[in-house]
């Protein structure tokens, strides 16, 4: 059976051993490794020897993401009942401002580093089999997080036009690059969700440095622009993306190099006019025209840069485009899962640290998926992420020692295939009646308590 390079080697051992006493604190033993440890050292400041420290800060940290209960005041009273087994602990006040602070001075480039580390390490190592023809696929998607309305986060990331003042809540746009292979996410791009720059690809441009020469990007239409496809190419990056709506409707394969039935060779043109966010230089470097492969599989129609029909059959780069899927299912994991989907920190600040903590979660629970792959020689897209979290956050309660270990355990639950996987954006369950708040709440309260209830409520 494969191995997943030296590296699972050394942290297999670890883990077993943790496997039998584990709390939710030792997960951050996982990070015990060399290259890993040398970006903490580097990125936390000098510290007094207190009890919050700041690898300890990071530890509870990432429990709250993967917690249930993701109050500060849950986290404090865990650390509590943790220490209190141990020989000459502190006392430890239940008090949560000590703890908030400590997160406050964890440094946001100690998360981004360490997220992408890990992520990397985790996809750099996996098997040739898990591979698409022996190569890297990356997903490209965005999504967006909402936060708690403060006045700092309303200038940071303002609500949507459409919500009047005082009702809405501050919304930023996450851009996040994914492994297909292993669903751990190496790099990300947050920023506001309306003004220059805060679209997609614009986010996408600010961490094109994370995809490597050979490696295979998947995204959806909004993706499949001239310039990035330069850049991709110029990168040695080949993509697959929908056919943009309005190219669709003007899509003849009469036309070109014709590879197979509604498969041919296009030339794409560069446009005429320069995007606000380009240099005239780069503008002008620019080729004047690129050759692109058009194809059509069942109702979609698809480009890409991978040009040779015989070595990339048509049919085997539809059901890579099917696999897109699973960057839905990844958000999902992270929203739903996890509970980003709203943020609880106050200040644009810690927004940040909180999205990023969340993703280093993602990252070490995958590690675990992967690990239980190769064990059981199954792939990380069989296992279950939220079956993951759960034996996580359970197996240290249980009194008696298992026969099963816990890689055992995760690989018992598998699920469906979902490549072109279809669901509709809509609920059946229809959400409590409650009337809908149509004036800022500090209004409402004063409506109350002079009129006995608040007004304008639809």
């Known amino acids: 059976m494969s191995i997943i390079s030296q590296f699972y ?24 490794n060399d290259e890993w440890l040398s970006i903490v050292e580097e990125n936390i400041p000098e510290y007094r020897e207190q009890i919050y420290t700041p690898m300890q800060t990071l530890s509870m940290f990432m429990a709250q993401a993967l917690s249930d209960d993701r109050s500060c005041s849950k986290a404090v009273n865990d650390l509590i009942i943790q220490t209190q087994s141990q020989e000459n602990s502190r006392t430890i006040s239940p008090n949560t401002g000590a703890y908030c602070l400590a997160r406050q001075k964890l440094p946001l480039a100690l998360l981004t580093q360490l997220t ?47 919500q009047k003042e005082g009702l809405g809540f501050p919304i930023c746009r996450l851009l996040a690059v994914s492994c297909l292979h292993t669903g751990v996410i190496l790099n990300a791009s947050i920023g506001p969700c309306k003004g220059k720059g805060s679209d997609e690809k614009s986010l996408l441009r600010n961490v094109l440095d994370t995809f490597n020469v050979g490696d295979i990007v998947v995204g959806d239409a909004f993706f499949g622009s001239y310039f990035l496809l330069v850049e991709m190419m110029n990168r040695g990056v080949d993509v697959l993306f929908e056919q943009l709506g309005p190219r669709k409707l003007m899509t003849d394969f009469g036309k070109g190099i014709a590879l197979a039935k509604k498969d041919h060779l296009i030339d794409f043109s560069k446009p005429k006019i320069k995007p606000d966010w380009m240099t005239q230089k780069a503008f002008h470097e620019a080729p004047e025209k690129i050759t692109i492969r058009e194809f059509k599989v069942g109702q979609k129609t698809l480009i890409t840069t991978m040009l040779a029909a015989k070595e990339y059959p048509k049919k085997e780069l539809g059901a890579l485009f099917k696999q897109r899927w699973h960057v839905e299912v990844d958000f999902r994991n992270l929203k739903t899962t996890l509970g980003l989907v709203v943020l609880s920190c106050k200040t644009p600040e810690m927004c940040q640290k909180e999205m990023w903590v969340y993703f280093l979660a993602n990252n070490l629970i995958r590690l675990l998926m992967a690990q239980a792959a190769v064990e059981h020689d199954l792939l990380p897209r069989q296992l279950s992420f939220k079956h993951t979290v759960q034996i996580w956050n359970t197996y240290f309660l249980l009194e008696k020692a298992l026969d099963d270990p816990m890689f055992a355990l995760i690989a018992k639950r598998l699920v469906g295939n979902r490549p072109g996987r279809m669901e509709p954006r ?10 809908l708040l149509m004036i800022p709440r500090s209004e409402a309260k004063q409506d109350i308590m002079k009129n006995g209830h608040p007004k304008r409520i639809k």
Not at 146 to 162: F, I, L
Not at 426 to 435: E, L, S, V
């Open 9 to 32: 080697l050394s942290q297999q051992s670890k883990i077993k051993k943790y496997a039998t006493n584990i709390t939710a604190t030792d997960f951050l033993e996982l990070l015990y």
């Open 116 to 162: 992408v580390k890990v992520g990397n390490s985790i996809s750099q190592n996996t098997p040739p089999q898990w591979k698409w023809f022996g190569r890297s696929v990356r997903l490209i998607d965005g999504t967006t997080i909402s936060m708690p309305d403060t006045e700092k986060s309303q200038v940071a990331y303002p609500q949507p036009k459409n």
């Open 426 to 435: 809509a609920i059946k369950r229809r959400p409590k009646p409650y009337k």
